[in-house]
């Protein structure tokens, strides 16, 4: 929404083609407790933010790849801890989310160093 981007064919879709593009990675707030994940902060921060950030030199390719690199970062973490909890080798990512590149290319190195299948 802050960036004004299409929903045509889906909003995950368009962050994830405009991420491609980025090339600086900006702070943002990464809140994980134990399998727990917060992504208010993340979203709060980007709205006060985005402004200044674009006004720094960031461009929305560059906030599209930071949103994307710290949440996957998130949900890989929680996902490796789910994987070391219930002593599981099997990780399955489902819907719309599960179709980005990048998401499944940090599942898969994750998976690889715990010699656990992707799936």
Known sequence: RV??????PSPGYNIEQMAKKGK?????PYCVKGMDVSF???LSHIEQKC????????????LCYSLQETVF???VETTERALAHCNSQEVLIVGGVGCNERLQEMMDIMCKERDAKLF
């Open 73 to 75: 970062a998130m949900l």
């Open 51 to 62: 402004d200044s950030l674009l006004k720094e030199g960031y461009a929305p390719e560059d």
């Open 24 to 28: 600086k990675l900006t702070h943002l």
């Open 40 to 42: 208010s902060g993340l």
């Open 3 to 8: 960036l004004n981007l299409s929903n045509d």
